[in-house]
Protein backbone atom coordinates (compact mmCIF):
# COMPACT_ATOMS: atom_id res chain seq x y z
CA UNK A 1 0.00 0.00 0.00
CA UNK A 2 2.72 2.23 0.59
CA UNK A 3 5.55 3.49 -1.97
CA UNK A 4 9.18 5.27 -2.32
CA UNK A 5 7.88 8.67 -3.11
CA UNK A 6 11.64 10.14 -3.29
CA UNK A 7 15.01 8.54 -3.32
CA UNK A 8 18.42 10.32 -2.82
CA UNK A 9 21.58 8.36 -4.12
CA UNK A 10 25.03 9.89 -2.41
CA UNK A 11 28.53 8.08 -3.70
CA UNK A 12 26.83 5.51 -4.28
CA UNK A 13 28.41 3.36 -6.87
CA UNK A 14 28.47 5.19 -10.36
CA UNK A 15 25.72 7.87 -8.88
CA UNK A 16 27.87 10.76 -6.98
CA UNK A 17 24.72 12.56 -6.83
CA UNK A 18 21.51 11.68 -7.99
CA UNK A 19 17.66 13.30 -6.64
CA UNK A 20 14.54 11.85 -7.92
CA UNK A 21 10.39 11.23 -7.80
CA UNK A 22 8.86 7.81 -7.92
CA UNK A 23 5.94 6.79 -8.18
CA UNK A 24 3.84 3.93 -7.54
CA UNK A 25 3.24 1.04 -9.94
CA UNK A 26 5.60 0.03 -12.37
CA UNK A 27 8.73 1.73 -13.35
CA UNK A 28 11.29 0.98 -16.00
CA UNK A 29 14.77 1.76 -16.34
CA UNK A 30 15.87 1.89 -19.76
CA UNK A 31 19.83 2.36 -20.99
CA UNK A 32 23.33 1.13 -22.73
CA UNK A 33 25.06 -1.65 -20.78
CA UNK A 34 27.24 -0.01 -18.06
CA UNK A 35 25.39 3.00 -17.35
CA UNK A 36 23.90 2.27 -14.08
CA UNK A 37 20.48 0.39 -14.40
CA UNK A 38 21.42 -2.07 -11.54
CA UNK A 39 23.18 0.23 -9.51
CA UNK A 40 20.06 2.08 -9.43
CA UNK A 41 18.16 -0.86 -8.17
CA UNK A 42 21.47 -1.86 -5.60
CA UNK A 43 20.41 1.40 -4.22
CA UNK A 44 16.80 0.53 -3.63
CA UNK A 45 17.57 -3.23 -2.50
CA UNK A 46 19.86 -1.53 -0.05
CA UNK A 47 17.82 0.41 1.42
CA UNK A 48 15.55 -2.71 2.24
CA UNK A 49 18.19 -5.05 2.92
CA UNK A 50 20.92 -2.96 4.61
CA UNK A 51 23.03 -5.37 2.22
CA UNK A 52 23.72 -5.84 -1.92
CA UNK A 53 21.28 -7.45 -3.66
CA UNK A 54 24.22 -8.62 -6.03
CA UNK A 55 26.30 -10.17 -2.46
CA UNK A 56 28.91 -7.67 -3.11
CA UNK A 57 30.62 -6.33 0.06
CA UNK A 58 29.14 -3.39 1.46
CA UNK A 59 32.47 -1.47 1.34
CA UNK A 60 32.08 -1.66 -2.73
CA UNK A 61 29.13 -0.17 -3.04
CA UNK A 62 30.83 3.94 -2.57
CA UNK A 63 31.56 5.63 -5.16
CA UNK A 64 35.44 4.57 -5.62
CA UNK A 65 36.86 8.07 -4.92
CA UNK A 66 34.96 8.65 -2.09
CA UNK A 67 35.20 7.48 1.49
CA UNK A 68 31.53 7.34 1.96
CA UNK A 69 27.78 6.56 1.19
CA UNK A 70 24.37 7.62 1.58
CA UNK A 71 20.98 6.76 0.64
CA UNK A 72 17.72 8.59 1.62
CA UNK A 73 14.04 7.80 0.73
CA UNK A 74 10.79 9.24 1.33
CA UNK A 75 8.49 6.25 1.94
CA UNK A 76 4.83 7.61 1.02
CA UNK A 77 2.68 5.19 3.20
CA UNK A 78 -0.82 6.35 1.69
CA UNK A 79 -2.79 6.25 4.45
CA UNK A 80 -0.21 7.31 6.98
CA UNK A 81 2.34 10.01 7.80
CA UNK A 82 5.34 9.86 5.43
CA UNK A 83 8.08 8.29 6.34
CA UNK A 84 11.73 9.58 5.75
CA UNK A 85 14.61 6.93 6.05
CA UNK A 86 18.36 7.57 6.04
CA UNK A 87 21.47 5.21 5.58
CA UNK A 88 24.83 6.57 5.71
CA UNK A 89 27.71 4.55 5.54
CA UNK A 90 31.15 5.79 6.21
CA UNK A 91 33.81 4.93 9.27
CA UNK A 92 30.59 4.33 10.78
CA UNK A 93 27.19 3.38 9.95
CA UNK A 94 24.06 5.12 10.85
CA UNK A 95 20.87 4.38 9.85
CA UNK A 96 17.83 6.16 10.52
CA UNK A 97 13.66 6.46 10.38
CA UNK A 98 12.53 9.72 10.67
CA UNK A 99 15.38 11.51 12.12
CA UNK A 100 15.42 9.13 14.96
CA UNK A 101 18.70 6.88 14.97
CA UNK A 102 17.96 3.02 14.84
CA UNK A 103 20.48 1.25 16.56
CA UNK A 104 19.86 -2.63 15.45
CA UNK A 105 20.32 -3.63 11.74
CA UNK A 106 16.81 -5.45 12.63
CA UNK A 107 14.72 -2.66 13.42
CA UNK A 108 15.01 -1.18 9.63
CA UNK A 109 15.31 -4.14 7.72
CA UNK A 110 11.75 -5.10 7.01
CA UNK A 111 10.46 -1.50 6.94
CA UNK A 112 10.25 -1.40 3.00
CA UNK A 113 9.85 -5.68 2.22
CA UNK A 114 11.83 -6.09 -1.46
CA UNK A 115 12.31 -9.31 -3.68
CA UNK A 116 15.25 -8.81 -6.24
CA UNK A 117 14.78 -11.05 -9.78
CA UNK A 118 18.74 -10.73 -10.78
CA UNK A 119 20.78 -12.71 -13.22
CA UNK A 120 22.48 -14.73 -10.53
CA UNK A 121 19.83 -16.24 -8.87
CA UNK A 122 20.34 -19.26 -11.25
CA UNK A 123 22.77 -19.91 -8.39
CA UNK A 124 19.86 -20.48 -5.80
CA UNK A 125 19.66 -23.97 -8.09
CA UNK A 126 23.26 -24.79 -9.63
CA UNK A 127 24.91 -23.17 -6.57
CA UNK A 128 26.03 -24.44 -3.43
CA UNK A 129 24.00 -24.89 -0.27
CA UNK A 130 24.62 -21.20 0.88
CA UNK A 131 22.70 -19.99 -2.15
CA UNK A 132 19.74 -21.62 -0.92
CA UNK A 133 20.44 -20.86 2.96
CA UNK A 134 20.62 -17.39 2.00
CA UNK A 135 17.25 -17.35 -0.15
CA UNK A 136 15.57 -18.61 2.98
CA UNK A 137 17.53 -16.03 4.92
CA UNK A 138 16.53 -13.44 2.91
CA UNK A 139 12.56 -14.51 2.53
CA UNK A 140 12.21 -15.07 6.36
CA UNK A 141 13.78 -11.94 7.64
CA UNK A 142 11.37 -9.75 6.28
CA UNK A 143 8.46 -12.50 6.81
CA UNK A 144 8.58 -13.27 10.32
CA UNK A 145 9.87 -10.52 13.05
CA UNK A 146 12.58 -11.54 15.01
CA UNK A 147 14.14 -14.29 12.67
CA UNK A 148 16.63 -12.28 12.08
CA UNK A 149 17.59 -11.50 15.42
CA UNK A 150 17.79 -15.69 16.50
CA UNK A 151 20.00 -15.91 13.12
CA UNK A 152 22.71 -13.45 13.86
CA UNK A 153 22.76 -14.98 17.51
CA UNK A 154 22.80 -18.16 16.52
CA UNK A 155 25.74 -17.21 13.94
CA UNK A 156 27.85 -15.58 16.71
CA UNK A 157 26.96 -18.43 19.29
CA UNK A 158 28.54 -20.67 16.35
CA UNK A 159 31.68 -18.48 15.57
CA UNK A 160 31.92 -18.17 19.73
CA UNK A 161 31.77 -22.48 19.55
CA UNK A 162 34.25 -22.79 16.68
CA UNK A 163 36.76 -20.45 18.24
CA UNK A 164 36.53 -22.69 21.82
CA UNK A 165 37.08 -25.70 19.38
CA UNK A 166 40.20 -24.31 17.61
CA UNK A 167 41.14 -23.68 21.29
CA UNK A 168 40.70 -27.45 22.03
CA UNK A 169 42.46 -28.18 25.24
CA UNK A 170 39.97 -28.53 28.51
CA UNK A 171 37.09 -26.97 26.94
CA UNK A 172 34.26 -29.73 27.50
CA UNK A 173 32.20 -26.89 30.17
CA UNK A 174 32.45 -24.23 28.17
CA UNK A 175 31.77 -26.19 24.85
CA UNK A 176 28.29 -27.58 27.06
CA UNK A 177 27.50 -23.86 27.85
CA UNK A 178 27.93 -22.60 24.13
CA UNK A 179 25.99 -25.82 22.73
CA UNK A 180 22.73 -24.37 25.24
CA UNK A 181 22.82 -21.11 23.35
CA UNK A 182 23.51 -22.91 20.03
CA UNK A 183 20.70 -25.16 20.20
CA UNK A 184 18.23 -22.35 21.64
CA UNK A 185 18.45 -20.64 18.70
CA UNK A 186 19.63 -22.74 16.09
CA UNK A 187 15.95 -24.06 16.74
CA UNK A 188 14.36 -20.68 16.65
CA UNK A 189 16.14 -20.84 13.04
CA UNK A 190 15.32 -24.51 12.02
CA UNK A 191 11.76 -24.11 13.33
CA UNK A 192 10.93 -21.00 11.21
CA UNK A 193 12.47 -22.86 8.16
CA UNK A 194 10.00 -26.12 8.64
CA UNK A 195 7.48 -24.27 9.07
CA UNK A 196 7.87 -21.72 5.69
CA UNK A 197 8.73 -24.93 3.56
CA UNK A 198 4.79 -25.88 3.35
CA UNK A 199 3.68 -22.51 2.37
CA UNK A 200 6.53 -22.13 0.09
CA UNK A 201 5.94 -25.29 -1.90
CA UNK A 202 2.60 -24.73 -2.23
CA UNK A 203 3.09 -20.90 -3.58
CA UNK A 204 5.50 -22.51 -6.10
CA UNK A 205 3.07 -25.04 -7.23
CA UNK A 206 0.56 -22.28 -7.98
CA UNK A 207 3.21 -20.19 -9.58
CA UNK A 208 3.98 -23.21 -11.96
CA UNK A 209 0.18 -24.10 -12.67
CA UNK A 210 -0.41 -20.46 -13.78
CA UNK A 211 3.35 -19.72 -15.85
CA UNK A 212 3.89 -23.67 -17.69
CA UNK A 213 1.77 -25.52 -19.63
CA UNK A 214 4.09 -28.69 -19.78
CA UNK A 215 4.65 -30.94 -16.98
CA UNK A 216 6.57 -29.58 -14.80
CA UNK A 217 6.63 -30.80 -11.16
CA UNK A 218 8.92 -28.55 -8.37
CA UNK A 219 9.53 -30.48 -4.98
CA UNK A 220 10.92 -28.42 -2.44
CA UNK A 221 12.86 -30.68 0.81
CA UNK A 222 13.95 -28.93 3.61
CA UNK A 223 17.58 -31.13 4.72
CA UNK A 224 17.85 -30.91 7.94
CA UNK A 225 21.55 -31.91 8.98
CA UNK A 226 20.08 -31.84 12.96
CA UNK A 227 16.69 -34.10 13.51
CA UNK A 228 14.54 -35.76 11.28
CA UNK A 229 11.38 -34.79 12.10
CA UNK A 230 10.33 -31.44 13.59
CA UNK A 231 8.66 -32.60 17.37
CA UNK A 232 11.88 -33.68 18.77
CA UNK A 233 13.91 -31.12 17.71
CA UNK A 234 15.26 -29.64 20.87
CA UNK A 235 16.24 -33.59 22.14
CA UNK A 236 17.88 -34.46 19.07
CA UNK A 237 19.67 -31.52 18.45
CA UNK A 238 21.63 -32.02 21.62
CA UNK A 239 21.90 -35.76 20.80
CA UNK A 240 23.46 -34.87 17.47
CA UNK A 241 25.87 -32.19 19.76
CA UNK A 242 26.96 -34.58 21.95
CA UNK A 243 27.39 -37.83 19.35
CA UNK A 244 29.35 -35.77 17.14
CA UNK A 245 31.31 -33.30 19.92
CA UNK A 246 34.59 -35.26 19.36
CA UNK A 247 34.37 -35.39 15.81
CA UNK A 248 33.79 -31.41 16.28
CA UNK A 249 37.03 -30.75 18.35
CA UNK A 250 39.21 -33.36 15.56
CA UNK A 251 38.53 -31.03 12.86
CA UNK A 252 37.81 -27.85 14.98
CA UNK A 253 34.22 -26.79 13.38
CA UNK A 254 31.08 -27.59 14.29
CA UNK A 255 29.23 -30.26 11.53
CA UNK A 256 25.72 -29.98 12.02
CA UNK A 257 23.12 -27.08 12.81
CA UNK A 258 21.41 -25.22 10.37
CA UNK A 259 24.23 -23.01 9.17
CA UNK A 260 25.07 -26.99 7.13
CA UNK A 261 21.33 -27.58 5.85
CA UNK A 262 19.97 -27.31 2.74
CA UNK A 263 17.16 -26.83 0.53
CA UNK A 264 16.47 -29.82 -1.70
CA UNK A 265 14.95 -28.68 -4.94
CA UNK A 266 13.59 -31.81 -7.00
CA UNK A 267 11.96 -31.81 -10.87
CA UNK A 268 9.57 -34.25 -11.56
CA UNK A 269 11.22 -36.54 -9.36
CA UNK A 270 15.28 -35.92 -9.97
CA UNK A 271 17.54 -33.47 -8.64
CA UNK A 272 17.18 -30.00 -10.76
CA UNK A 273 20.60 -28.81 -9.94
CA UNK A 274 21.77 -32.35 -11.22
CA UNK A 275 19.85 -33.41 -13.99
CA UNK A 276 17.82 -29.86 -15.15
CA UNK A 277 18.67 -28.22 -18.02
CA UNK A 278 20.32 -24.37 -17.97
CA UNK A 279 16.38 -23.45 -18.97
CA UNK A 280 14.71 -25.33 -16.49
CA UNK A 281 17.35 -23.94 -13.94
CA UNK A 282 16.84 -20.50 -14.70
CA UNK A 283 12.88 -20.82 -14.85
CA UNK A 284 13.13 -22.74 -11.12
CA UNK A 285 15.16 -19.78 -9.52
CA UNK A 286 12.39 -17.48 -11.12
CA UNK A 287 9.59 -19.21 -9.76
CA UNK A 288 10.83 -19.58 -6.04
CA UNK A 289 11.66 -15.37 -6.58
CA UNK A 290 8.46 -15.02 -7.42
CA UNK A 291 6.89 -17.49 -4.60
CA UNK A 292 8.88 -15.14 -2.29
CA UNK A 293 6.45 -12.50 -3.67
CA UNK A 294 3.76 -14.30 -3.36
CA UNK A 295 4.31 -15.26 0.54
CA UNK A 296 5.07 -11.35 0.95
CA UNK A 297 2.25 -9.92 -0.50
CA UNK A 298 -0.37 -11.07 2.42
CA UNK A 299 1.65 -9.91 4.96
CA UNK A 300 -0.25 -7.54 7.38
CA UNK A 301 -0.10 -3.82 6.73
CA UNK A 302 2.53 -4.10 4.42
CA UNK A 303 4.46 -0.86 4.87
CA UNK A 304 5.84 -1.23 1.01
CA UNK A 305 6.57 -3.93 -1.02
CA UNK A 306 9.30 -3.10 -3.97
CA UNK A 307 10.21 -5.59 -6.97
CA UNK A 308 13.90 -5.22 -8.24
CA UNK A 309 13.94 -6.89 -11.65
CA UNK A 310 17.36 -6.96 -13.57
CA UNK A 311 17.56 -8.24 -17.08
CA UNK A 312 15.68 -11.53 -16.26
CA UNK A 313 12.70 -11.49 -19.11
CA UNK A 314 14.81 -11.91 -21.63
CA UNK A 315 14.56 -15.71 -20.60
CA UNK A 316 11.09 -16.26 -20.70
CA UNK A 317 8.88 -17.53 -23.83
CA UNK A 318 5.74 -15.35 -24.21
CA UNK A 319 3.52 -17.34 -22.29
CA UNK A 320 5.64 -17.42 -19.15
CA UNK A 321 6.67 -13.75 -19.09
CA UNK A 322 2.92 -12.75 -19.55
CA UNK A 323 2.35 -14.81 -16.25
CA UNK A 324 5.13 -13.92 -14.55
CA UNK A 325 4.40 -10.11 -15.45
CA UNK A 326 0.83 -11.21 -13.85
CA UNK A 327 2.38 -12.00 -10.61
CA UNK A 328 4.70 -9.56 -10.55
CA UNK A 329 2.72 -6.37 -11.07
CA UNK A 330 1.32 -7.16 -7.92
CA UNK A 331 3.97 -5.53 -5.45
CA UNK A 332 3.28 -1.57 -4.64
CA UNK A 333 6.04 -0.65 -6.58
CA UNK A 334 7.83 -2.84 -9.50
CA UNK A 335 11.39 -1.32 -10.79
CA UNK A 336 12.80 -3.02 -14.20
CA UNK A 337 16.13 -2.06 -15.41
CA UNK A 338 16.38 -3.57 -19.13
CA UNK A 339 18.04 -2.33 -22.08
CA UNK A 340 14.65 -2.21 -24.51
CA UNK A 341 11.63 -1.83 -22.99
CA UNK A 342 10.15 -6.02 -22.31
CA UNK A 343 7.39 -7.43 -24.68
CA UNK A 344 4.49 -8.34 -22.49
CA UNK A 345 4.71 -5.32 -20.60
CA UNK A 346 2.17 -3.12 -22.78
CA UNK A 347 -0.77 -4.33 -21.09
CA UNK A 348 0.34 -2.30 -18.19
CA UNK A 349 0.79 1.19 -17.04
CA UNK A 350 4.35 1.82 -16.81
CA UNK A 351 7.17 4.99 -16.51
CA UNK A 352 9.57 5.05 -18.49
CA UNK A 353 13.32 6.60 -17.21
CA UNK A 354 16.77 6.57 -18.91
CA UNK A 355 19.56 5.99 -17.40
CA UNK A 356 22.78 7.23 -18.98
CA UNK A 357 25.99 7.56 -17.23
CA UNK A 358 25.04 7.57 -13.46
CA UNK A 359 22.04 10.18 -14.48
CA UNK A 360 18.48 9.64 -14.59
CA UNK A 361 15.79 11.03 -16.45
CA UNK A 362 12.23 10.63 -17.09
CA UNK A 363 11.73 9.83 -21.16
CA UNK A 364 9.30 11.82 -23.18
CA UNK B 1 49.99 23.55 11.45
CA UNK B 2 50.44 23.42 15.13
CA UNK B 3 49.31 25.92 16.77
CA UNK B 4 49.89 24.77 20.56
CA UNK B 5 53.07 23.93 22.20
CA UNK B 6 54.17 20.82 21.94
CA UNK B 7 53.22 19.59 25.78
CA UNK B 8 49.79 20.98 25.92
CA UNK B 9 49.25 19.19 22.35
CA UNK B 10 50.22 16.02 23.87
CA UNK B 11 47.91 16.70 27.04
CA UNK B 12 44.78 17.23 24.42
CA UNK B 13 45.95 14.07 22.70
CA UNK B 14 45.61 12.30 26.03
CA UNK B 15 42.30 13.39 26.90
CA UNK B 16 40.68 12.63 23.60
CA UNK B 17 41.93 9.01 23.86
CA UNK B 18 39.08 8.76 27.19
CA UNK B 19 36.09 6.85 26.08
CA UNK B 20 33.31 9.55 24.54
CA UNK B 21 35.26 12.65 24.08
CA UNK B 22 36.38 13.79 20.31
CA UNK B 23 39.33 16.07 20.05
CA UNK B 24 37.44 19.07 20.46
CA UNK B 25 35.95 18.66 23.40
CA UNK B 26 39.72 17.23 24.68
CA UNK B 27 40.93 20.77 23.55
CA UNK B 28 37.89 22.10 25.56
CA UNK B 29 38.74 20.12 29.41
CA UNK B 30 42.57 21.07 28.65
CA UNK B 31 42.31 24.57 28.34
CA UNK B 32 39.75 24.44 31.46
CA UNK B 33 42.37 22.31 33.88
CA UNK B 34 44.60 24.71 32.67
CA UNK B 35 43.09 27.75 33.59
CA UNK B 36 42.51 26.12 37.24
CA UNK B 37 44.85 27.57 39.94
CA UNK B 38 48.01 26.00 40.60
CA UNK B 39 46.62 24.48 44.50
CA UNK B 40 44.00 22.72 42.03
CA UNK B 41 46.12 21.61 39.44
CA UNK B 42 48.78 20.49 41.90
CA UNK B 43 45.80 18.19 43.89
CA UNK B 44 44.55 17.14 40.77
CA UNK B 45 48.37 15.36 39.70
CA UNK B 46 48.59 13.94 42.85
CA UNK B 47 45.00 11.99 42.12
CA UNK B 48 45.90 10.90 39.23
CA UNK B 49 49.31 9.73 40.42
CA UNK B 50 47.80 8.10 43.38
CA UNK B 51 45.34 5.99 40.92
CA UNK B 52 48.16 3.84 40.28
CA UNK B 53 49.86 3.56 43.48
CA UNK B 54 47.34 3.58 46.39
CA UNK B 55 44.54 2.08 44.46
CA UNK B 56 43.92 -1.83 44.04
CA UNK B 57 41.36 -4.11 43.36
CA UNK B 58 39.89 -5.92 46.41
CA UNK B 59 41.54 -9.14 46.63
CA UNK B 60 38.20 -10.76 47.41
CA UNK B 61 35.91 -9.07 45.35
CA UNK B 62 37.87 -7.11 43.08
CA UNK B 63 36.58 -3.91 43.36
CA UNK B 64 38.64 -0.89 44.00
CA UNK B 65 40.12 -0.54 47.76
CA UNK B 66 42.88 1.33 48.86
CA UNK B 67 46.35 0.16 49.74
CA UNK B 68 46.07 -3.58 50.16
CA UNK B 69 42.85 -3.89 52.34
CA UNK B 70 39.47 -5.12 51.72
CA UNK B 71 36.94 -2.45 49.79
CA UNK B 72 34.52 -1.16 52.34
CA UNK B 73 31.49 -3.38 51.14
CA UNK B 74 33.86 -6.62 51.85
CA UNK B 75 34.88 -5.43 55.29
CA UNK B 76 31.36 -4.21 56.56
CA UNK B 77 30.30 -7.11 58.64
CA UNK B 78 26.76 -6.53 58.79
CA UNK B 79 26.82 -7.33 55.36
CA UNK B 80 25.10 -10.73 54.26
CA UNK B 81 28.36 -12.72 53.71
CA UNK B 82 26.43 -15.96 52.51
CA UNK B 83 24.91 -14.10 49.52
CA UNK B 84 27.21 -12.67 46.48
CA UNK B 85 26.13 -11.11 43.30
CA UNK B 86 28.36 -11.06 40.47
CA UNK B 87 28.87 -8.58 37.90
CA UNK B 88 31.01 -7.87 34.63
CA UNK B 89 32.81 -4.68 35.45
CA UNK B 90 33.57 -2.31 38.10
CA UNK B 91 31.08 0.22 37.35
CA UNK B 92 28.48 -2.25 37.83
CA UNK B 93 28.73 -2.19 41.30
CA UNK B 94 27.95 0.96 42.36
CA UNK B 95 24.79 0.86 40.31
CA UNK B 96 23.42 -1.93 42.28
CA UNK B 97 24.57 -0.51 45.43
CA UNK B 98 22.39 2.65 44.92
CA UNK B 99 19.55 0.49 44.71
CA UNK B 100 19.84 -0.31 48.16
CA UNK B 101 18.17 -3.38 47.35
CA UNK B 102 21.02 -5.64 48.06
CA UNK B 103 22.82 -6.37 51.21
CA UNK B 104 25.12 -9.48 50.24
CA UNK B 105 28.51 -8.94 48.83
CA UNK B 106 29.76 -8.59 45.33
CA UNK B 107 32.26 -10.07 42.68
CA UNK B 108 33.30 -8.72 39.81
CA UNK B 109 34.55 -10.52 37.01
CA UNK B 110 36.42 -7.71 34.81
CA UNK B 111 35.05 -9.17 31.78
CA UNK B 112 33.12 -11.62 30.47
CA UNK B 113 33.54 -15.12 28.36
CA UNK B 114 34.57 -13.75 24.52
CA UNK B 115 35.53 -16.68 22.37
CA UNK B 116 35.64 -14.37 19.63
CA UNK B 117 37.89 -11.72 21.24
CA UNK B 118 40.17 -14.64 22.79
CA UNK B 119 38.94 -14.36 26.48
CA UNK B 120 38.17 -18.01 28.05
CA UNK B 121 37.46 -18.63 31.98
CA UNK B 122 41.10 -18.10 33.04
CA UNK B 123 41.37 -14.51 31.64
CA UNK B 124 38.42 -13.84 34.14
CA UNK B 125 37.91 -13.41 38.13
CA UNK B 126 36.14 -16.65 38.02
CA UNK B 127 38.81 -19.01 39.84
CA UNK B 128 38.34 -17.00 42.50
CA UNK B 129 34.83 -16.71 43.27
CA UNK B 130 34.25 -20.78 43.22
CA UNK B 131 37.23 -20.54 45.89
CA UNK B 132 35.59 -17.81 47.46
CA UNK B 133 31.91 -19.82 47.60
CA UNK B 134 33.68 -22.77 48.97
CA UNK B 135 35.59 -20.76 51.62
CA UNK B 136 32.97 -18.64 53.05
CA UNK B 137 29.98 -21.24 52.60
CA UNK B 138 28.24 -19.02 50.63
CA UNK B 139 24.44 -20.18 49.88
CA UNK B 140 23.94 -18.07 47.33
CA UNK B 141 25.02 -16.66 43.85
CA UNK B 142 23.23 -13.98 41.90
CA UNK B 143 24.56 -13.65 37.91
CA UNK B 144 24.31 -10.33 37.54
CA UNK B 145 26.31 -10.83 33.49
CA UNK B 146 24.64 -8.93 30.38
CA UNK B 147 21.77 -10.10 28.62
CA UNK B 148 23.92 -10.56 25.63
CA UNK B 149 24.85 -14.11 24.84
CA UNK B 150 28.16 -13.49 25.74
CA UNK B 151 26.97 -12.81 29.31
CA UNK B 152 24.55 -15.72 29.20
CA UNK B 153 27.11 -17.63 28.35
CA UNK B 154 29.30 -16.16 30.92
CA UNK B 155 26.31 -16.88 33.76
CA UNK B 156 25.95 -20.49 32.45
CA UNK B 157 29.45 -21.17 33.22
CA UNK B 158 29.53 -20.36 36.55
CA UNK B 159 26.28 -21.60 37.43
CA UNK B 160 27.35 -25.16 36.15
CA UNK B 161 30.44 -24.66 38.23
CA UNK B 162 29.07 -23.54 41.42
CA UNK B 163 26.14 -25.96 41.12
CA UNK B 164 28.71 -28.60 40.81
CA UNK B 165 29.55 -27.45 44.46
CA UNK B 166 26.48 -27.64 45.58
CA UNK B 167 26.02 -23.86 45.35
CA UNK B 168 22.73 -22.10 44.77
CA UNK B 169 22.87 -19.68 41.88
CA UNK B 170 20.10 -17.32 40.66
CA UNK B 171 20.08 -15.25 37.29
CA UNK B 172 18.66 -11.61 37.71
CA UNK B 173 15.36 -11.08 36.20
CA UNK B 174 14.90 -9.68 32.67
CA UNK B 175 12.09 -8.09 31.02
CA UNK B 176 10.10 -4.09 30.51
CA UNK B 177 11.75 -1.86 32.71
CA UNK B 178 10.11 0.11 35.47
CA UNK B 179 8.73 3.13 34.54
CA UNK B 180 9.27 2.51 30.55
CA UNK B 181 5.99 2.86 28.20
CA UNK B 182 4.98 -1.00 26.94
CA UNK B 183 4.77 0.74 23.67
CA UNK B 184 8.01 1.90 23.33
CA UNK B 185 9.45 -1.77 24.36
CA UNK B 186 11.31 -3.65 22.04
CA UNK B 187 10.28 -7.20 20.98
CA UNK B 188 13.02 -9.31 22.53
CA UNK B 189 12.26 -7.22 26.00
CA UNK B 190 8.66 -7.99 25.65
CA UNK B 191 9.46 -12.06 24.63
CA UNK B 192 11.96 -12.03 27.61
CA UNK B 193 9.24 -10.14 30.18
CA UNK B 194 6.19 -12.63 29.22
CA UNK B 195 8.23 -15.88 29.04
CA UNK B 196 9.29 -14.92 32.85
CA UNK B 197 5.98 -13.63 34.18
CA UNK B 198 4.82 -14.58 37.64
CA UNK B 199 1.38 -14.79 39.68
CA UNK B 200 -0.35 -12.27 41.50
Excluded at chain 1, 232 to 246: Q, T
Aim: net charge neutral.
Amino acid sequence: MGFISRIQLKNFRNYPELELDLEPGISVFRGRNGQGKTAFLEGLGFLSLLRSIRSSHTRHLKNWQSDHFGIRACLDRVTRPELDLNVYYGEKRQLSLDGNRVATTSDFIGVIKSVAFMPEDIEIVKGSASWRRQYLDILLSQLSPGYLQSLKHYQKALKSRNQILKRGVNVDLELDVWDDILIQHGCEVLQARIDLLPRLSQAVSQLVSKMLKEDFVLDLRYNNSVAKNAESLVSSYREKLYENRERDKLYKVTHQGPHRDDLQINLNGRSLSHFGSEGQCRLSSLILKAAAVELLLPVEKPDCLILLIDDVLGELDEFSRRAFLKCVSRGDQVFIACTEIPVGLEAYDYKVYEVDEGRVSTAV
Amino acid sequence: MKLYPDQFQQAIETIASLPGIGKKGAEKLALAIYSWPESKLKHFASLIDSMQHDLHNCEQCGFFSQKDLLCPICSDSKRNNELICVVEQVSQLPVIEKSGSFKGLYHVLHGKLSPMRGIGPEDINIDSLVQRCKDNHVHEVILATATDIEGQATASFIAKLLNEQGINTTRIAQGIPIGADLNYADAASIAMAINSRREL
